[in-house]
């Protein structure tokens, strides 16, 4: 198991370009689309594309559900169905990024709500985003404090399922492990097929990452024999990470803070009876845990949970370090994965990159071939990380509205 994560870590940010850049441009496609009329040509990227005008079309044009977004590649003549398409690709993006940030099981993220989603707010009034992982029979119950780039794909899934301000649907889940349908809850992973809505499975996930990966191997020998599995995602996800939820006993009291929060925030949107039956999943697979692994919090363990996010900051931005674990990189932040850099620390980040360089130049000359090799080692890790600043920066604020309140069935 360990030579298959050895072979896949490398190939990991082809994947994730792929799927990312892949996205990216069906998504610009459908809004280009959106823009002209049926059966009109449009550019765009420099390709040629017509915009179908079946009489299939003409008819749904005035209904609220509109024409289906097909095109046809001039130069091929292949017809696409791109909103379809456009949805396969968001869904493929979405898994892959809230897996390889957070380390949660597939059955996990299909398992993810509306409610899931929270937030602390610190009596110095940072805002600190939570991820609320369901416990299992097999796996605790875990909060996790989001990054970036984790908050960044959970906003963007939860801008879609509220676009137009409707209400995220409620619709039950069939557990394959218990053999059961869950209540309706507001799921985040679900899409609508026909006329009806329906949670993502976690083998339909699977086949897409399968799909991709055929795909990179038409360019890339090297995928030809490798498949990415969603669990390959908890696998490359660092150890020490992948239980770096808050202590089980930490994470249940925040979320008992939280609760009239919570309550207030979502009976505005939710009806209370779907609130209730989020809280009695939680109840129902807390049973299933072993006894004593909720306690009571004591108030010194709850200084340091307060503490931990004040010792996270550092001159270029935060570190992503699990709670409670100390900095195993002796503060060498620029080689450290868990630094998330802060864009407006930008320039200080170029600084660095030049003094680096003039360093390498002396050294050439002083022929210190083993301090060439360390400032290339950490050049890479600068250049890296203003590069992932950078792409950060350039992500639009998304914006989820306001809620409506769901209207009563």
């Not at 599995?229 to 925040?254: C, E, K, M, S, Y």
């Not at 195993?328 to 630094?339: F, K, N, S, T």
Request: contains cysteine; aromatic residues 6%.
């Amino acid at each position: 198991m360990a030579d298959r994560t050895r072979v896949r870590q490398p190939l990991l940010p082809v994947l994730v370009e792929h799927v990312e850049s892949r996205h990216e441009h069906l998504s610009s496609l459908l809004e280009a689309a959106r823009l002209v009329p049926l059966g009109t040509a449009f550019v765009h990227r420099g390709r040629h594309y017509t915009r179908s005008d079946s009489p299939e079309d003409r008819r749904r044009i005035n209904t609220e559900a509109g024409p289906t977004m097909r095109i046809v590649v001039q130069d091929t003549g292949k017809t696409i169905y791109l909103d379809q398409v456009e949805e396969l690709a968001f869904w493929e993006w979405a898994a892959v990024e809230i897996l390889r940030h957070s380390g949660i099981r597939i059955e996990e993220l299909t398992e993810l709500t509306h409610l899931s989603v929270r937030q602390y707010q610190r009596p110095n009034e940072e805002v600190i985003a939570l991820l609320v992982i369901a416990p299992s029979k097999g796996e605790r119950e875990r909060v996790i404090p989001m990054s970036p780039d984790l908050f960044h794909a959970i906003a963007q899934v939860v801008r879609r399922q509220t676009r137009n301000r409707r209400a995220i649907p409620l619709v039950s889940r069939y557990d394959p492990q218990e053999r059961l349908w869950s209540d309706p809850m507001p799921f985040l992973f679900q899409r609508q097929l026909g006329t009806a809505h329906n949670v993502l499975a976690a083998r339909t996930i699977a086949g897409m990452f399968r799909r991709s990966c055929n795909e990179i191997a038409q360019t890339n020998p090297v995928f030809a024999d490798t498949r990415f599995t969603p669990h390959d995602f908890r696998r490359l996800f660092a150890t020490d990470i992948v239980n770096g939820g808050l202590p089980i006993h930490i994470g249940a009291a925040l979320l008992g803070h939280l609760h009239l929060q919570t309550t207030q925030g979502y009976v505005a949107v939710f009806a209370e009876d779907i609130v209730q039956h989020y809280q009695k999943f939680l109840n129902h697979r807390r049973s299933q845990r072993p006894d004593g692994e909720y306690v009571d919090v004591t108030p010194e363990e709850w200084a340091e949970f307060e503490e931990h996010f004040d010792k996270r900051k550092v001159e270029l931005g935060n570190c992503g370090r699990p709670y409670g674990s100390p900095c195993q990189h002796e503060h060498a932040c620029i080689r450290c994965p868990m630094l998330r850099v802060n864009p407006k620390m930008l320039p200080r980040l170029a600084e660095i990159e030049k003094d680096l360089v003039l360093r390498r130049k002396r050294a050439e000359e002083e022929q210190w071939l083993g301090e060439i090799e360390g400032i290339d080692m950490t050049l890479t890790f600068v250049r890296t990380k203003q590069a992932d600043a950078a792409r950060t920066a350039q992500r639009a604020p998304v914006a989820l509205g306001i809620p409506t309140t769901r209207r009563p069935e």
